[in-house]
């Protein structure tokens, strides 16, 4: 089992997602939105070492845009395992757990998939085995507005900043614009000059050819 933490704006992380562009197996996937992140919870059909999970996220930021976003100063792949690389216990984790208080007490919607023919639902043991040990409401939901007010504050800096270079782009391209219309223009009453030299030329020739037929 295995809870990912990306942006909100990338597409809801499925079986199908995993399977074409990673080879991952799913037999459940929950995704959740507050707004600023998604969280998907997934259930693999075989068990897969950390770094495969983080090559997977790595394929779908790639492919998908899907791009990870750390919450509560913690990973954003976190699972239940124990093996060469690392010793993770994901119910210990406050990012599953704000999980499970967004679901069971803010009553956020889960776009919940469950393989067809799978008797039994991760997600309802959950919402009835987890509710005890959620962490205070009030002290979470301080932190992420303080965490929140922290991204957005950033990504508003960066929007600006993007939108101050978008602006002197902008700027830069109307000046070229209006240089090569006055070039344009020149070189226009270039080509007026040249054809009435050209037609002058034309008839100086007709004149003397008449000329010498004489």
């Known amino acids: ?5 990306y942006g909100a704006a990338a597409p809801n992380i499925n079986h199908d997602m995993l399977r074409i ?9 929950y995704t959740m939105c507050d707004g600023v992140h998604k969280y998907s919870l997934i259930h693999l059909v075989k068990k897969e070492r950390k770094l495969t999970m983080q090559r997977a996220m790595k394929a779908l930021r790639e492919k998908q845009n899907v791009i ?3 919450l509560f100063d913690e990973q ?21 757990k704000w ?11 889960v776009d919940e998939w469950v393989k067809p023919g799978k008797s039994r639902s991760l997600l309802q043991q ?24 922290k991204a957005l504050s950033a990504e508003a800096k960066s929007l600006e900043t993007r939108l101050s270079c978008s ?5 830069n391209c109307m000046q070229e614009i209006e240089y090569r219309k006055v070039v344009s ?22 004149e003397m050819q008449a000329k010498l037929k004489e």
């Open 99 to 109: 999980f499970i208080q967004c679901m069971n007490e803010k009553g956020l919607h």
């Open 21 to 29: 562009n990673t080879g991952i197996v799913i037999d459940e996937c």
């Open 76 to 96: 954003s792949i976190i699972g239940k395992i124990k093996d060469d690389d690392s010793t993770e216990n994901l119910s210990n984790s406050t990012s599953f």
């Open 68 to 70: 990870q976003a750390n």
């Open 126 to 149: 959950l919402k009835n085995s987890k509710r005890a040990t959620v962490p205070n409401l009030d002290t979470l939901e301080k932190e992420e507005i303080i965490r929140k007010f």
């Open 167 to 171: 602006i002197k782009q902008c700027t």
């Open 185 to 206: 223009h020149g070189l226009e009453k270039q080509c007026e000059r040249l054809e009435g030299q050209l037609a002058n030329a034309h008839m100086q020739i007709a």
């Open 1 to 5: 089992m295995w809870l990912l933490v």
